[in-house]
């Protein structure tokens, strides 16, 4: 057995078996969902995904897949392809038939009829008052977030259906091999709009022009997201940060906020 990285949930090991097999081990608690997730978008899409061998809360069993290259401009234009096809499967409402996890906090995934609802609700509120109850956020910021919350209708509008989302795409979870993405791990899945998924894209750098350009081939992005949308989106994953780690991600969401009310 020897330690991988990222294992910000808990301990991730590579465990070489007899006979020159390898299976990566993550020890819990709470990893059940992580492997219904996984299994979930093994059924629904055409996602390159590690097979899971074993999945309950304290223990989840996965293929090894070999990975480790860069995510260059040939990788971003594959990573493009294999979003803009996850993205055509669709369900009856927004949400998931059940709730999950992202980065190990809850995630509610109640099944709701608008998006603008769903995003407001069950994204942006519940992790602001997750990070307020854990003492990550201060009171006037999340003041401000409610004011910000209850105008999102004039920046929104309503996708044409829910989309499938891989829910927490960024460079450490997409394993790339000469030049190609072997597989995306550690999704946070839920249905959603493409959107708030493109800009998640964008926090650390992740996507660049390479997937822009050939996305927008398949999938036509709508104006105003790179104008004004994909700042909105972007609040949820920096409330994700400042909940698990604070400091700069705090300065972030200020700065979003500074934008949209001043």
């Not at 022009?209 to 972007?234: C, H, K, M, N, V």
Request: hydrophobic content about 45%; overall charge negative.
């Amino acid at each position: 057995m020897a330690p991988l990285s990222g294992g910000s949930v808990g301990r991730v090991l590579l465990i070489q078996l007899a006979g020159n097999g390898r299976v990566v081990a993550k020890l819990g608690p709470g990893l059940e969902p992580e492997g219904w997730m996984v299994r979930q978008l093994a059924c629904r899409s055409r996602l390159p995904l590690p097979t899971i061998i074993h999945a309950d809360d304290d223990l989840l069993l996965m293929e090894h897949v070999d990975g480790g290259d860069a995510l260059t401009g040939a990788a971003q234009a594959h990573a493009a392809e294999l979003l803009a096809d996850l993205h055509g499967a669709s369900w009856h409402s927004f949400g998931l038939e059940r709730d999950t996890v992202i980065g190990g906090l809850p995630q509610v995934n109640t099944a709701t009829h608008r998006w603008l609802d769903f995003f407001r609700d069950h994204r942006l509120l519940a992790m602001a008052r997750h990070a307020l109850d854990a003492g990550r956020l201060p009171a006037e910021t999340m003041h401000r977030i409610e004011i910000l919350a209850a105008r999102l209708p004039s920046w929104i509008e309503e996708p044409a259906q829910p989309a499938l989302l891989h829910g927490d795409c960024w460079t450490g979870n997409i394993l790339v091999k000469g030049g190609r993405v072997a597989a995306f791990i550690d999704p946070a899945i839920y249905y959603g709009h493409p959107e708030i998924e493109l800009a998640f894209g964008t926090m650390f750098g992740t996507f660049d022009e390479s997937f822009f350009r050939r996305y927008g081939e398949i999938r036509p992005i709508a104006p105003g997201f790179w104008e004004e949308r994909r700042d909105l989106y972007l609040l949820y994953p920096l409330l994700v940060h400042v909940r698990l780690f604070g400091g700069s991600y705090l300065d972030g969401v200020g700065r979003v906020l500074d934008r949209f009310l001043g």
